[in-house]
């Protein structure tokens, strides 16, 4: 099982979601996402970095993706952003029946449900909720589609309580997975950090998550 040890880092307080990108690319190590599950059907791998780490009251993501054909459409949360160039990442806690899915397109919009897979028991996070999982892309937030090769990143703030979980202590053990993909992109993938043994593409496998040290 893979595993992250996520880093403390207590300045990310202090820091506009704008800068926090190039603080976290400095302070915290790079983990890839590069893993093609599902290669003979889906064969195309972008180049996707992301680097994670935490203050005591929030989780901090920071992706750096390069692919053919950047794509966004999807402007209002909750709309399918895994269909343009999108970045997911799914967590659960130790022994919860549920795990939450983050997916996020490059310019932000977010989708993120509490679920027990892919169909059972699906409840979307609440507007007030969505509200303060807070977003910076490189790309902007409008609409955008661009030829050939291009660079984006994306920093993500997400609060510990959406997860019903107080970062209060340390050495704890969550699991999760991060992941690259878009299904409408002129290249569709399904790529992942944490390998994913199924035959058809499916990013909701809490059995094949990785280890994230808190």
Same mark, same amino acid.
């Given at each position: 099982?893979? +595993?992250?040890?996520?880093?403390?880092?207590?300045?990310?307080?202090?820091?506009?979601?704008?800068?926090?990108? *190039?603080?976290?690319?400095?302070? *915290?190590?790079?983990?890839?996402?590069?893993?093609?599950?599902?290669?003979?059907?889906?064969?195309?791998?972008? =180049?996707?970095?992301?680097?994670?780490?935490?203050?005591?009251?929030?989780?901090?993501?920071?992706?750096?993706?390069?692919?053919?054909?950047?794509?966004?459409?999807?402007?209002?949360?909750? =709309?399918?952003?895994?269909?343009? *160039?999108?970045?997911?990442?799914?967590?659960?806690?130790?022994?919860?029946?549920?795990?939450?899915?983050?997916?996020?397109?490059?310019?932000?919009?977010?989708?993120?449900?509490?679920?027990?897979?892919?169909?059972?028991?699906?409840?979307?996070?609440?507007?007030?909720?969505?509200?303060?999982?807070?977003?910076?892309?490189?790309?902007?937030?409008?609409?955008?589609?661009?030829?050939? +090769?291009?660079?984006?990143?994306?920093?993500?703030?997400?609060?510990?309580?959406?997860?019903?979980?107080?970062?209060?202590?340390?050495?704890?053990?969550?699991?999760?997975?991060?992941?690259?993909?878009?299904?409408?992109?002129?290249?569709?993938?399904?790529?992942?950090?944490? +390998?994913?043994?199924?035959?058809?593409?499916?990013?909701?496998?809490?059995?094949?998550?990785?280890?994230?040290?808190?």
């Amino acid at each position: 099982m893979k +595993k992250i040890i996520v880093p403390l880092l207590p300045d990310l307080d202090g820091i506009k979601m704008e800068s926090a990108g *190039s603080f976290l690319v400095k302070n *915290s190590e790079e983990h890839a996402i590069d893993v093609l599950n599902w290669p003979e059907a889906f064969n195309y791998l972008p =180049e996707a970095k992301f680097y994670i780490a935490r203050t005591t009251e929030d989780l901090w993501l920071h992706f750096r993706v390069t692919e053919q054909n950047v794509k966004a459409v999807h402007l209002i949360d909750q =709309e399918e952003v895994w269909k343009d *160039s999108c970045v997911e990442f799914f967590v659960k806690l130790p022994y919860a029946e549920k795990y939450t899915n983050f997916e996020f397109n490059c310019i932000g919009t977010c989708l993120s449900t509490r679920r027990k897979s892919r169909t059972e028991d699906v409840v979307p996070l609440s507007p007030e909720e969505m509200q303060t999982i807070k977003r910076f892309a490189s790309l902007g937030n409008q609409k955008i589609e661009l030829k050939g +090769k291009s660079e984006w990143q994306l920093t993500v703030k997400i609060p510990f309580k959406i997860l019903s979980f107080e970062n209060s202590l340390s050495n704890i053990t969550i699991y999760g997975n991060f992941y690259k993909c878009g299904d409408e992109t002129a290249k569709p993938h399904y790529v992942s950090w944490s +390998k994913i043994n199924t035959e058809q593409p499916d990013f909701h496998q809490p059995d094949f998550f990785g280890m994230l040290e808190l």
